[in-house]
């Protein structure tokens, strides 16, 4: 018997009983299309988790202060002199822009709310391409310098305080002080919430007026190059401790540390999914290897018939292999089919692109056919060993 006769007569063998067939492949439809769902939405959040991290500065890095026990309640010595000085001193700093975080009251003439505040200066917009200027327009370096009282609302904050009115040139107070809004920005839409959707901006001068503290919580710098961006990194820590006089004192988190994490992550939950895919393909297979015992019991008679006629070993063998092959390769397919489907339909709920993997497509035929081999040994083995003439005798 060939290999087209073989492949022929196995599908005959599951036309005859298709609901059979139908729910012999289910336990494989199920592994592959879980396979396939988690893959391909697990490869589409890890890629919009990318593009968000690449929106908030590809070349970007952030140094925090660190907590000297030795120096008790002083919990930072960065400066605003620390970021201007920055791209001077490094060849590879393109830009560097501290920022001091508060907490407070902004009250427009109708409300107030309480939000984020951000003092810093006339570079923001160099280092945070996700921000766009939609109305008005962002501080000038002689604004920062002087400390003025002027303020950037984000859009939504604006939109909370003013309504539908323009808030450009309007005066609101920042606790007890006062500011003249003088832009409106706009926040590209991001999966990571950078907690200042509804924000505002301040010269980080007019704050340090303000509190008299002068505390810069962080400065972002942006390397000229992702190339450039360890040398940036050594460049920075080399010059804030000798600056400071201080040794491993500085944290630097960048993008590849947030990607890292985000790896780990996937891979855990992408392991923790394939496992119990796993579980249903191997349930999947033992059902297979029941089917295709029961169907060597039903067709004894047929083998005896074809071991009679000159059928040798390797023809019965290779013609249930195929049969149980074939069984697996049909509920892959489906199974494929259904994961694609159950992807882009999860992402229109979790806003994730769903990001099809061929890869995933190719080790799932793979699974499948070795499943319908591996299930499919035993019983194409028990058929092929049968004797010719107690087959013939079977009723």
Known sequence: MNLLESFRTALEGIGTNKLRATLTMSG????????????????????????????????????????????GSKLT???????????????????????????????????????????????????????????GRYFTTKEVREGKPVIVLTEKLAAGLFGGEDPIGKRLTYNTASAVVI???????LMI?????????????????LDGLKMVHTITVKAKSKETMEAAKRHTEKYLNRRHDRENYYQIDSIENALGEM??????????????????????????????????????????????????????????????????????????????GTAMFASQYVDVPPLLSWESIVIAFGFSSAIGIFFGLYPAHKAARLNPIDALRYE
Not at 34 to 59: C, F, H, M, P, R
Not at 110 to 135: M, W
């Open 28 to 71: 494989i439809i199920i592994g592959i299309m879980s396979v396939i769902a988690v893959i391909t939405l697990g490869n589409g959040s890890q890629q919009a988790y990318t593009d968000q991290l690449e929106k908030l500065g590809a070349t970007n890095f952030s140094v925090y202060f660190g907590w000297d026990p030795g120096q």
């Open 77 to 135: 010595d960065l400066t605003v002199e620390d970021a201007y000085a920055l791209p001077q001193q490094s060849p590879y700093i393109e830009e560097a822009v501290p920022f001091a975080s508060y907490f407070g009251t902004v009250r427009g003439p109708k409300k107030g709310k309480d939000v984020s505040i951000q003092g810093t200066n006339e570079d923001l917009l160099k280092v945070q391409p996700n921000l766009k200027i939609v109305a």
């Open 183 to 189: 832009g409106v920005v706009r926040e590209a839409k």
């Open 193 to 209: 919430d950078n907690g200042r959707s509804e924000g505002a901006y301040l010269p980080i001068t007019y704050l340090h007026n």
């Open 263 to 340: 790896d780990s992550f996937s891979g855990t939950l992408t392991t923790i999914f394939s496992v119990a895919a796993g579980i249903a393909l191997f349930v999947g297979g033992i059902g297979v290897m029941n089917i295709m015992l029961v169907s060597v019991t039903e067709r004894t008679r047929e083998i005896g018939i074809r071991k009679a006629l000159g059928a040798r070993y390797g023809d019965i063998m290779l013609q249930f292999l195929i049969e149980s092959m074939i069984v697996c390769l049909i509920g892959g397919t489906i199974g494929v089919l259904l994961g694609i």
